[in-house]
């Protein structure tokens, strides 16, 4: 299975923000989707990606004022990207090799998905469910 396949029946927009918004926008986008991180865009194309640990960790080195600063200089950059043709364990090993939780999928340069490790588990243990159901079957039809 793809990253493309995995997502190609998605609908609706990608939650993004823009590099220039602020840390406080970020954050309460996030809050609002309830979601745990947003690529960052400028001009269009992938930036990085803006994630709960930034917050985190900024807030630590800074204080509060880093509420107020642009994302760009809070995301994790540049953001490492997966292309719809990669394939889901390939990916899942990314981000565990890399220590990631969210990839942007892109094609041709423009970003058309953006995956979570949670996404790609869920396949994971579907996929499993699935073919120990047909195990299942097969002993117990023999």
Do not use: C, N, W
């Not at 642009?70 to 995301?75: N, S």
């Amino acid at each position: 299975m793809t990253i493309g396949r995995l997502i190609e029946g998605r609908s609706g927009p990608i939650i993004s923000i823009d590099v220039a918004a602020t840390v406080r926008e970020a954050v309460a986008l996030l809050a609002e989707k309830r979601i745990g991180a947003l690529p960052v865009l400028k001009d269009g194309a992938i930036a990085g990606i803006f994630s709960e640990r930034d917050v985190v960790y900024r807030l630590a080195a800074v204080g509060p004022a880093m509420l107020d600063g642009p994302v760009g200089d809070v995301m994790t950059a540049p953001a490492i990207t997966v292309d719809p043709a990669t394939e889901v364990l390939e990916a899942l090993g990314l981000m565990t090799r890399r220590r990631i939780r969210h990839l942007p999928v892109v094609r041709d340069g423009a970003m058309i998905g953006f995956v979570s490790i949670g996404d790609l588990v869920k396949y994971r243990i579907e996929r499993i469910e699935s073919e120990a159901e047909a195990m299942r079957s097969y002993i117990q039809s023999a």
